[in-house]
Antibody
Framework: QLVQSGTEVKKPGESLKISCKGS????????IAWVRQMPGKGLELMGI????????RYSPSFQGQVTMSADKSVSTAYLRWSSLEASDSAMYYC?????????????WGQGTLVTVSS | AIQMTQSPSSLSASVGDRLTITCRAS??????LGWYQQKPGKPPKLLVS???RLETGVPSRFSGSRSGTGFTLTISSLQPEDFATYYC?????????FGGGTRVDIK
């Protein structure tokens, strides 16, 4: 139900936008979370977005570092960096909220691996 | 921001063992906590929401409970497919926060 874009290899300073496409449900009506997992580390909640009206809530650590957006016309959420750093190298997951909830995530994308290296 | 302290960070166990993983919140979060299981190379999977609500299809050997600001995930009889990393997630207040994870290995 959530299909993410493919592996990315970028250089420091480059921009990047990854995507998460929903299918089989009313995309606009459920929150989408973005979660970072650095190599060998735990899960970090970056923020959530409601595609219906693009209401967005960033976790403080990620505010100003990334931009979340959504286009409900194509049932796709996006995560964008304007200038990547090596420390952005990680697996990024999107996840969909459960029916009737804002912040319980019961469907997850397969993940997008981002590698930033000179 | 609410801090979630998860323990232990890792443990070794045998098939059939009873397992308890704990998350403690830095402040009250009511029952707004979920447990997720992650296997290597896979996305997380929701096991339990609202402290103790088992997701459809999750085996009944998994259970969740709360005492004050402490939350527990219990596996009553560990099975081979349960060897994974487990995370709690508080979804009471923004920013949402995960525990540090508990890796369950085969003894």
């Amino acid at each position: 139900q959530l299909v993410q874009s493919g592996t990315e290899v970028k250089k420091p300073g480059e921009s990047l936008k990854i995507s998460c496409k929903g299918s089989g449900y009313s995309f606009a009506g459920y929150w989408i979370a973005w979660v970072r997992q650095m190599p060998g580390k735990g899960l970090e909640l970056m923020g959530i977005i409601y595609p219906g009206d693009s209401d967005t809530r960033y976790s403080p650590s990620f505010q100003g570092q990334v931009t979340m957006s959504a286009d409900k016309s194509v049932s796709t959420a996006y995560l964008r960096w304007s200038s990547l750093e090596a420390s952005d190298s990680a697996m990024y997951y999107c996840a969909k909220s459960k029916v009737g909830t804002t912040t319980v995530f019961n469907y997850w994308g397969q993940g997008t691996l981002v590698t930033v290296s000179s | 921001a609410i801090q979630m302290t998860q323990s232990p960070s890792s443990l070794s166990a045998s098939v059939g063992d009873r397992l308890t993983i704990t998350c403690r919140a830095s402040q009250g979060i009511s029952d707004d906590l979920g447990w997720y299981q992650q296997k290597p190379g896979k996305p997380p999977k929701l096991l339990v929401s609202d402290t103790s609500r088992l997701e459809t299809g999750v085996p009944s050997r998994f259970s969740g409970s709360r005492s004050g600001t402490g939350f527990t995930l219990t596996i009553s009889s560990l099975q081979p497919e349960d060897f994974a990393t487990y995370y709690c997630l508080q979804d009471s207040n923004y920013p949402l926060s995960f525990g540090g994870g508990t890796r369950v290995d085969i003894k």
